[in-house]
C-alpha cells in the first residue's frame, strides 16, 4: 500500500441528521507531526466540531486526534484549534454567507488526499429542526423498503 492512499476518511455521522448542507469546500489542515501519523491510524472523531473564523482565518474547534502513541514529550493536544487553509477568496466568501444569513460551518469528514495530505471538507449549513429530521428518517426508511421490494421481486 501506498503511503497516503487515501484509503482513511473520518466522517462526522451526526452532521448530516442535525444539518442541511447548503454549499461544500474542501480545505488542507495544518497539523503537526504526530497529529497526522494519529490520523493515519484512524484516530480522530469529528463528533462536535465545528469552525470558526479568527483574524480572518478559519480554525477547526472540538476536533479529537488522539495523543500518538510512540510520541513522546512533544505528542500534541488531542483537542487544540487547528487552522484551516483555504484560499483568500473561499475565506472571504464563507464568511460573508456567515455573517449575513448566520449559517454555521460544519466539518463533514477529514480524509487523505493521494499525496498523503489530510485535508477536511466543510460545509456551510443550517440547522434543521424537528420536524426535517423526522422527514429525513422517514424519507430514507422508505427509500430503503422500495429497494428491498425491488431486489427481491427481480
Known sequence: ???????????????????????KFVA??????TEIKSIRLGKA?????YCIFRDNELFI??????????????????L?????????????KIGRKVKETGLTIIVI?????????AKAEIALARGKKEY??????????TDREIDRYIRNSG
Open 61 to 78: 474547534k472540538g476536533m479529537h486526534i488522539a495523543e500518538y502513541y510512540w510520541g513522546n514529550l512533544n505528542n500534541h493536544d488531542p
Open 45 to 49: 472523531a469529528l463528533a462536535d466540531s
Open 132 to 141: 426535517d429530521k423526522r422527514e429525513t428518517i422517514k424519507r430514507r426508511d
Open 1 to 23: 500500500m501506498r503511503r497516503g492512499s487515501g484509503d482513511i476518511v473520518i466522517r462526522n455521522k451526526k452532521a448530516s441528521h442535525d444539518y442541511e448542507f447548503l454549499e
Open 109 to 117: 469528514k477529514v480524509f487523505l488526499n493521494e499525496r498523503g495530505l
Open 80 to 92: 487544540r484549534e487547528r487552522k484551516l487553509l483555504l484560499t483568500r477568496k473561499e475565506l472571504n
Open 28 to 33: 488542507g489542515i495544518k497539523l503537526t507531526g
